[in-house]
């Protein structure tokens, strides 16, 4: 009994040892996060700091302060070591974390690999690269407001680009040590609308600005209209742009097709409608403003900065086949020049571009091929050296031409006093005419009298005629995305339509150049009260290209462009047109640099639509297309007259050598 209580007693002794020891146990921190699932611990600390001893750069995310108290988020990204370095600003709204981090690299070549970074400009030149979010969008506070107005009538804070821009420059002189106080400032696009801002009252440190492809004047031919008609399929740009302030909302749909897309919808207004477009401001303001009234004539960059002191040197970049800014850039240079007394601010660059491709590899645009990379020529060439000259401390002058302009159907690069001018000297330019002629003919001799009067064609707005070849693509860039080439589509599509009218010219013996924006003049009538009008000037390849099979036949746009009837008589009052009644249309096509080789031939298209890009005009005048009824769209039968007195022609820069 005695050794039976002991053996008792000692199991009890040892149940209470081993409770004491796991109470202990249980109290033990690490024992306590690992015994419970239900406290598992977390294996990602409360912060983590990234080891870059071994990085090529400093990146620092700051917020600056402005002087309304908003403040901007903006990226720095120093090279390692920089001393009296030069800063290179871009401000955008497309996330400015994103644009210096396209890679997860040591190196900063690969970081900058992407839009709006000149990627061997910045790393090669040694510049301090800063990327800005403006106000309203992604990490930084404040409201966002398309394309912000300069303070005044359309803008009563205190506070827009401009400001926000001299701000951002002082700050940034201030309180980066490694920079040398001098700033030079670029982008493309909306990226390049934002510097011509920074244009008006400049910063004293703001020693350069190179818009690209610039957003200048979005009624008359750059984003949202051209000559009056809309650009519809940049609805879904405004609705992700504006619907939240990091683009998370995405504009869907439900054709494969885009032109099934918006014609199912009928109007442009019931397309924004059935997505709640109305709720974003913009879009409110486009469906207010189809006309060209202050609202936009006070935002057109163009008539803003002519009116501005010439202080910072500026280089223009246009892209000849630009498919979303192709005005804005001429535009500017014709409008500044004049005010470059000492010609040495105002410079101009033409490449051989979509939108933005000159940041990128230029060799060829969708089937055109070119000798050389036209683009790193443009940024090793021109570019490198033209912002070293005004940033770099000691850095030799620029042996950079007022004009860079690329020759296309010659493929060479032209330096030029100035623009337009076909070639460096000895040679002139005269607007001539190319007349329209009976028989689907074109040609430089007048039309006769006792020829036919006019060809015609009938418009129905229910088939209109694509823009490109369907299923047509929305717009975007990506894998297995073609919006950028568009504008160098082959036309043959469309020149067999009926209702297309394509005007050849013979077989050319003779090169035939042009230099500087042809002019549409027709002699129309319509069978409707309102109408469209689209010229399109053409070069027609030969049946059969040597070397390149492909383009045999193949049709090129050189430049060509939309007008909305209803403003003939003023851009800022829409009337009705006078059915069938001959009446003159004239109106500027984009900026051509063009050579028609021998053996080519040149044609031009007329037609009534070019949808989906444009809105359908319904050939019934209402008072806003936005808002067209179905039973508003209407055929309509229209003529284009090539008769002595009532001749039809595409007015040519066109250039004589000695």
Same mark, same amino acid.
């Given at each position: ?6 053996? =008792?007693?000692?199991? @009890? ?19 306590? /996060? ?7 611990? $977390? ?10 001893? +071994? ?24 090279? #390692? ?19 210096? $981090? *396209? ?28 990327? /800005? ?11 966002? =407001? ?27 002189? !201030? ?13 493309? +696009? ?14 004293? &440190? ?19 209209? *051209?000559?009056? %008609? ?37 109007? %442009? ?15 409110? #303001? ?58 040495? #601010? ?17 060799? $060829?645009?969708?089937?055109? !091929?070119?000798?050389?990379? @036209? ?21 030799? !002058? ?6 860079? %302009? ?38 430089? &001799? ?5 020829? %036919? ?5 009938? +418009? ?64 129309? +009538? ?8 689209? =010229? ?98 209407? !055929? ?23």
């Amino acid at each position: 009994m005695e050794e039976q209580t002991r053996t =008792v007693v000692a199991k @009890t002794l040892a149940r209470l040892l081993w409770s004491l020891v796991l109470a202990a146990c249980l109290q033990s921190p690490v024992f306590a /996060q690992t015994a419970s699932p239900s406290s598992l611990p $977390s294996e990602t600390p409360a912060t983590f700091t990234p080891v870059t001893d +071994s990085f090529e750069y400093v990146k620092r995310d700051v917020m600056i302060p402005m002087r309304d108290g908003v403040k901007l988020h903006t990226v720095i990204v120093i090279p #390692k070591g920089a001393k009296n370095a030069p800063i290179l600003l871009t401000r955008t709204p497309y996330n400015a974390s994103a644009q210096v $981090s *396209h890679a997860a690299s040591s190196h900063l070549g690969p970081i900058l690999s992407g839009y709006d970074n000149a990627t061997e400009v910045i790393v090669e030149g040694g510049y301090i690269r800063v990327v /800005q979010d403006i106000r309203g969008k992604y990490g930084s506070e404040g409201d966002y =407001v398309m394309t912000r107005p300069l303070r005044g009538p359309l803008n009563p804070t205190a506070v827009d680009h401009s400001t926000d821009t001299y701000d951002t420059i002082d700050w940034l002189v !201030k309180n980066v040590p490694e920079s040398n106080g001098k700033v030079g400032i670029l982008g493309i +696009s909306y990226d390049g609308f934002l510097p011509l801002m920074a244009l008006v009252n400049p910063h004293p &440190a703001l020693k350069v600005a190179v818009p690209m492809n610039p957003m200048v004047d979005g009624w008359m031919g750059d984003d949202w209209f *051209h000559n009056g %008609a809309f650009r519809e399929q940049n609805m879904p740009y405004i609705y992700e742009q504006e619907a939240t302030r990091s683009n998370d909302e995405k504009w869907w749909t439900n054709h494969f097709d885009d032109y099934d897309v918006y014609m199912e919808a009928g109007s %442009a207004g019931e397309l924004g409608r059935r997505h709640g477009l109305e709720q974003v401001g913009f879009w409110r #303001k486009i469906l207010e403003h189809p006309s060209y009234d202050a609202f936009w004539q006070e935002q057109a960059m163009d008539r803003i900065l002519a009116a501005q002191p010439l202080k910072v040197p500026v280089m223009f970049v246009d892209s000849l086949w630009d498919q979303e800014d192709i005005y804005g850039a001429p535009a500017l240079y014709k409008a500044l020049k004049p005010k470059d007394t000492t010609n040495d #601010k105002v410079f101009l660059v033409m490449g051989p571009w979509h939108h933005g491709q000159e940041i990128g590899g230029g060799s $060829s645009l969708g089937a055109l !091929k070119f000798s050389s990379d @036209t683009g790193l020529y443009f940024r090793k060439e021109i570019l490198a050296p033209f912002l070293a000259q005004y940033l770099k401390d000691g850095a030799p !002058k620029a042996n950079v031409p007022t004009v860079s %302009a690329y020759e296309t159907g010659t493929n060479t690069w032209r330096r030029l006093s100035a623009w337009p001018s076909g070639c460096a000297s000895g040679c002139t330019l005269k607007a001539t005419p190319l007349y329209l002629s009976p028989g689907l003919k074109l040609g430089f &001799a007048a039309p006769k009298s006792g020829e %036919a009067a006019y060809d015609e064609y009938v +418009s129905d707005p229910a088939k209109p005629v694509p823009y490109r070849r369907r299923p047509v693509q929305p717009v975007g860039y990506g894998d297995g995305m073609t919006w950028s080439q568009w504008l160098v589509d082959d036309q043959r599509e469309q020149s067999g339509r009926g209702d297309v009218l394509a005007f050849v010219s013979d077989v050319l013996t003779a090169q035939v150049k042009i230099s500087g924006q042809p002019v549409a003049n027709l002699i129309a +009538s319509t069978g409707g009260t309102d109408s469209d009008w689209v =010229v399109k000037l053409i070069d027609v390849y030969p049946d059969e290209v040597a070397g390149q099979p492909a383009m045999g036949g193949y049709q090129l746009m050189v430049s060509a462009d939309i007008f909305r009837g209803r403003y003939r008589e003023s851009l800022e009052t829409p009337k009705p047109i006078d059915s069938d009644k001959p009446l003159l249309y004239r109106w500027i096509l984009p900026t051509a640099n063009h050579v028609f080789l021998p053996e080519h031939r040149i044609m031009v298209q007329i037609q009534s639509s070019w949808f989906p890009l444009y809105d359908r005009n319904p050939q019934t005048f209402v008072p806003n297309i936005f808002w067209a009824k179905p039973q508003d769209y209407r !055929k309509a039968t229209q003529r284009i007259y090539h008769a002595a007195g009532q001749a039809s022609f595409v007015e040519l820069p066109l250039v004589s050598t000695p």
